[in-house]
């Protein structure tokens, strides 16, 4: 089994930076593609970015582009999104979810395996 935990969120200001953790444990290796999806209040889940766990191929949103960098630690199978710049809209619960298989996707539905989420929230 795998199991994904965000940590990391947390309240700041408009033009403030945060950063995601992702840790992963238990069979991690059968999970190639680890994405960042968020959830405002009322809207549907959205994709963030998306990386490769070993080759580091990285995929992002254009909402977040120039503005958010995921990255890994394979070591110690952690993916962390460094969120700078951050606008009120960047408002949500962040996910860090699990794919089996390696494609691009921004769909939450080719995601297995996800975490609890942590809060962000940007004031004004």
């Known amino acids: 089994q795998v199991q994904l935990v965000e940590s990391g969120g947390g309240l700041v200001q408009a033009g403030g930076s945060l950063r995601l953790s992702c840790a992963a444990s238990g069979r991690s290796f059968s999970i190639p593609v680890i994405g960042w999806f968020r959830q405002a209040p009322g809207k549907e889940r959205e994709f963030v970015a998306s990386?490769?766990?070993?080759?580091?191929?990285?995929y992002y949103a254009d909402s977040v582009k120039g503005r958010f960098t995921a990255s890994r630690d394979n070591a110690n199978n952690a993916v962390y999104l460094q969120m700078n710049s951050l606008k009120p809209e960047d408002t949500a619960v962040y996910f860090c979810?699990?794919?089996?298989?390696?494609?691009?996707?921004?769909?939450?539905?080719?995601?297995?395996?996800w975490g609890q989420g942590t809060q962000v929230s940007v004031s004004s």
């Open positions: 979810a699990g794919r089996t298989y390696i494609t691009r996707s921004f769909s939450a539905l080719d995601y297995a395996y």
């Open positions: 990386i490769n766990w070993n080759a580091g191929i990285i």
